[in-house]
């Protein structure tokens, strides 16, 4: 592959979706482990706000019924981040073997992807707290200027001000947590396709990123943009369209918007593991392919 093609979303997307139509199996990852963990996640919420009503302050009195809806709520995070797994799992082959129809039954990459589950989620959460580290930077700084700006320069009565004016001023702060959640976006290809988590996984990202800092942002911002923004405009577009009145109503669109948004995170998925394969195949000397 060219190296001049490294960063070229439309095409990165093209590959995925012809990958997409080889491998059956992801039809159904998606039904059975996205869209339908998204979907009754999303009737247990509108379930479980239609009991407790919205009445100011009553999510502050927790009663053992909330128990059970978050343990669902939970449950049905863990199915999509099951079906994330399947999906890494099935992408390591558009970059390890590219050539020909791949075919795995449901069964076997369901199983296979399922040790998989709790090492992502782990380096997620590992990846989040390291980014909360570095925003502390920034997050110590405003709060203290808040302090400043709302005590002594404009009064205990113009709060909002002050922390406009902190978050304005302290901006750039936030840039290192930025940039390191950036740096470390490819974890999840890297997990699916060389079976590396935690820090490794995070550094391996890091380093195939290094030095391509600014084509790989724009390459993701683009993919992002393709995949999810005709998703979120459908969503909006029918949920406007969408009259009023029928009880049973909003829990046909949960199924309508569950869809649109697990097909573009599958799509997303796909087209960052395609992103990942460039990346690695036209790696810099420095960075061990």
């Known amino acids: 592959m060219a190296k001049q093609n490294t960063y070229a979303p439309v095409r990165i997307l093209q590959e995925s979706w012809?990958?997409?139509r080889k491998q059956p199996v992801l039809s159904w990852v998606l039904v059975w482990l996205l869209i339908l963990p998204t979907v009754l996640s999303s009737w247990v919420d509108r379930v479980w706000k239609a009991q407790r009503g919205f009445v100011p302050g009553n999510a502050l009195h927790f009663e053992p019924l909330d128990l059970f809806y978050l343990s669902l709520s939970i449950f049905f995070a863990l199915l999509t981040l099951w079906g994330v797994s399947a999906v890494l799992l099935v992408g390591k082959r558009m970059v390890v073997r590219r050539a020909g129809r791949t075919r795995s039954s449901f069964r076997r990459v369901i199983l296979d992807a399922l040790p998989m589950v709790f090492p992502l989620l782990l380096t997620s959460i590992l990846q989040q707290c390291l980014v909360f580290y570095r925003a502390l930077l920034y997050i110590i700084p405003v709060?203290?200027?808040?302090?400043?700006?709302?005590?002594?320069l404009l009064g205990p009565a113009d709060a909002a001000r002050a922390a406009f004016l902190s978050l304005l001023i302290l901006s750039p702060l936030l840039i290192p947590a930025v940039v390191y959640w950036l740096r470390t976006i490819l974890f999840p290809a890297v997990f699916g396709c060389e079976e590396k988590a935690y820090r490794?996984?995070?550094q391996r990202s890091s380093a195939l990123i290094r030095g391509r800092f600014g084509p790989v942002v724009l390459t993701i911002l683009a993919l992002a943009l393709l995949t999810f923004l005709p998703a979120i405009i459908i969503s909006w577009v029918t949920a406007l369209l969408t009259p009023a009145g029928p009880v049973l109503l909003p829990y046909a669109m949960d199924i309508i918007h569950a869809a649109l948004s697990s097909t573009a995170l599958l799509m997303f998925i796909l087209a960052m593991t395609g992103l990942y394969g460039r990346l690695k195949e036209n790696a810099p000397k420095h960075v061990e392919v």
């Open 143 to 152: 709060g203290m200027a808040f302090y400043v700006i709302h005590r002594a």
């Open 200 to 202: 490794e996984a995070l």
């Open 18 to 20: 012809e990958y997409l």
